[in-house]
Structures are given as structure tokens and as C-alpha cells.
């Protein structure tokens, strides 16, 4: 079965600090990994994927994340932190044939100290 | 990427009263569609997967009967809260997938508050 664990409720970081927001996950098969960004009162909006491409992908917002198969991890970073980067931030997992639902994380909480 | 509209964005509205929230996709049509719910600061909670054309299928613990979902063409899907009580108060958060690597697009929520 999939799941997504994201380490940290809550992660804050200094603005021009770097960002690092962990997910690791459980899939069975080769999966798709995405992190989504969540701003106060909004839907999600997709930062980046991976889908077995490069496992270095390069999203919006200067963000990226490095999929690594031997660690199960997909973590997301970026190398300095802006204070519009304060949000939620969600990592999920989904698998070619499952009706494309995705699993998610619990979600981490950004915050950014000016 | 694909443009998801919602509407109402927020709505309040008295205990025992039905409520329906719409989805629509702007710019794609898509076979799949998923509605969330989000409590506050919690994650996405999957209540139910649509396929155009057919029956939806409600997460274990989602009262069919409750919440209505109508995925009445490829670019439209509505959410019915049927007698909405205080404890439905809520986010919801509706997504199409285009299919393409499982990536979903979602609406921007709607927030219902049940007096």
C-alpha cells in the first residue's frame, strides 16, 4: 500500500535561509511524486512533479526536489527563502493504474522569519 | 496547467438547508474528477472519485446519501451537502486529473460554515 510521511508539522526557516521539507513514501511500483503548495484559504497549486523522468526536478517558485529510489525520499528545497514562500506545503504519491488518486502527506506548515 | 473553478467561494448557510458547490474545468475535459474535504489544518481528506458517465465512488466513512455528487458532463461536477448540520462546516476542495501522470488540478476551495 502507498503512504507519504512528511517529518515536521511545522518548519521554519530565516528569510534567504535554506529550505528543506522532507517526504518520504511507500509505493510498491514505481510511483509519481508531487509536491503541492497550499496559501491560506486557497486550493493547491502543483510546485513539481516527478514521473520517472530526471530525479532532479526544478518546479516554480525556485523550488526543486531529488527523487532518490534507495532512500524513498523526495524531498523538496529551495536555497533562499522568501517571505511569499510562507504556506503549506503537501507531498503526495499516486501509481499508474489507481484511478489516479493520489495519497498525501499530512502536509508541513513554512514558516519564514524576517 | 488546467484552470478549476469553484463556486461559491464561501457560503453560510442555517442548519437542516442543502447546499451545492460546483466545480467546472475551463480549459480541459476530463474522465475523472475527486472531491476533498479539509478540516483546519489538516490534509486533504478524499471523499469520493467521479467518472463521467458513471455512479461516483465514496471513500469508506462518506455518507452517499449526504453528499450528492453529480459529475454531470467533462467539465462540470457539483457537490450537494444534503441537510448540512454544523459538523459539515468545512473546506472543500474539488480536482480534475487530466490523466497525464496522475497530476490533478484542483478548484480553489469552498468554504462552507453550517450555523
Known amino acids: 500500500a502507498q503512504s507519504v510521511t512528511q517529518l515536521g508539522s511545522h518548519v521554519s526557516v530565516s528569510e534567504g535561509a535554506l529550505v528543506l521539507l522532507r517526504c518520504n513514501y511507500s509505493?510498491?511500483?514505481?510511483?509519481?511524486l508531487f509536491w503541492y503548495v497550499q496559501y491560506p484559504n486557497q486550493g493547491l497549486q502543483l510546485l513539481l512533479k516527478?514521473?520517472?523522468?530526471a530525479t532532479l526536478v526544478k518546479g516554480i517558485n525556485g523550488f526543486e526536489a531529488e527523487f532518490k529510489k534507495s532512500e524513498t525520499s523526495f524531498h523538496l528545497t529551495k536555497p533562499s527563502a522568501h517571505m511569499s514562500d510562507a504556506a503549506e506545503y503537501f507531498c503526495a504519491v499516486s501509481e499508474a493504474g489507481s484511478n489516479y488518486q493520489l495519497i498525501w502527506g499530512a502536509g508541513t506548515k513554512l514558516i519564514i522569519k524576517p | 496547467g488546467a484552470v478549476v473553478s469553484q463556486h461559491p467561494s464561501r457560503v453560510i448557510c442555517k442548519s437542516g438547508t442543502s447546499v451545492k458547490i460546483e466545480c467546472r474545468s475551463l480549459d480541459f475535459q476530463a474522465t475523472t474528477m475527486f472531491w476533498y474535504r479539509q478540516f483546519p489544518k489538516k490534509s486533504l481528506m478524499l471523499m469520493a472519485t467521479s467518472n463521467e458517465g458513471s455512479k461516483a465512488t465514496y471513500e469508506q466513512g462518506v455518507e452517499k446519501d449526504k453528499f450528492l455528487i453529480n459529475h454531470a458532463s467533462l467539465t462540470l461536477s457539483t457537490l450537494t451537502v444534503t441537510s448540512a448540520h454544523p459538523e459539515d462546516s468545512s473546506f472543500y476542495i474539488c480536482s480534475y486529473s487530466s490523466g497525464n501522470n496522475n497530476e490533478q488540478f484542483f478548484g480553489p476551495g469552498t468554504r462552507l460554515t453550517v450555523l
Open positions: 509505493s510498491s511500483v514505481p510511483p509519481y
Open positions: 516527478y514521473t520517472s523522468a
